[in-house]
């Protein structure tokens, strides 16, 4: 199953020094029966895209409170044979066991530069956005307007270098 781990920089990092990545909590996301069930229309790729969404978006409260994090949102799409759905905590929501290698990924997403500002915004106001704030809302959207770009696996210590 495809499944996206929400990340940040500094975990990809790691990931690339060490060629392990390990899902905060285990949590991951990935288009689930539920996922599928709360869309009333959308393929397959849609319903990816909008899972991805949502590890984007955990992201963000990966961010939260570190002044010292790179203000960027990463997600890792990965492929893993088991996961443990959770729809009691989101449609999208799974948990996976262990770390993953770098086979298993199918793609890095990042956000470019130009998305930082937008991205600490976003991620001081996450937890006030899902609260209903109407401004929180109006700063998650400015941050979730940036296109996520995406990297193949082996493209990742370059994209890390370059940053």
Excluded: C, N
């Excluded at 060629?19 to 991951?28: N, R, S």
């Excluded at 969404?53 to 949102?73: I, Q, V």
């Excluded at 890792?76 to 770098?102: C, N």
């Excluded at 001081?124 to 700063?139: H, Q």
């Amino acid at each position: 199953m495809r499944v996206y781990i929400p990340a940040t920089v500094a975990m990809l990092r790691e990931f690339a020094d060490t060629g392990e990545l390990t899902a905060v909590g285990g949590t991951a996301f990935a288009l689930t029966p539920a996922l599928r069930e709360s869309y009333a229309a959308g393929d397959t790729e849609e319903l990816e895209y909008a899972a991805m969404l949502d590890a984007a978006r955990a992201s963000l409260r990966l961010l939260a409170g570190d002044e010292k994090a790179e203000p960027r949102r990463a997600v890792v799409s990965v492929d893993v044979d088991e996961v443990k759905l959770r729809p009691d905590l989101d449609f999208s929501v799974v948990k996976i066991s262990g770390p993953v290698t770098l086979k298993a990924v199918a793609a890095v997403h990042l956000d470019t530069a130009e998305a930082e500002d937008d991205v600490r915004a976003a991620a001081e106001v996450v937890d006030a956005a899902d609260l209903g704030d109407p401004d929180a809302e109006f700063a998650l959207g400015s941050a979730e307007d940036h296109e996520l770009a995406w990297y193949a696996p082996q493209e990742l210590p370059f994209v890390l270098e370059l940053m």
